[in-house]
């Protein structure tokens, strides 16, 4: 029965930590996109000046 509940608890952080790694990929890929999009926004910018 301890054994179970070590494999269950093990699997359990192993998954929370793809988890986590997951989510951290996708908020630093957010954040390159959201400053790649003001990057290209202001150059665009630049151009439309009269």
Do not use: W
Not at 5 to 19: G, H, L, P, Q, W
């Amino acid at each position: 029965m301890a054994a179970e509940a070590n494999i269950r608890a093990t699997d359990y952080a192993r998954e929370f930590s793809t988890f986590l790694a997951e989510q951290i990929k996708a908020k630093a890929g957010l954040a390159l996109l959201s400053h790649y999009s003001i990057t290209s926004q202001t150059i665009l910018s630049l151009f439309n000046t009269k």
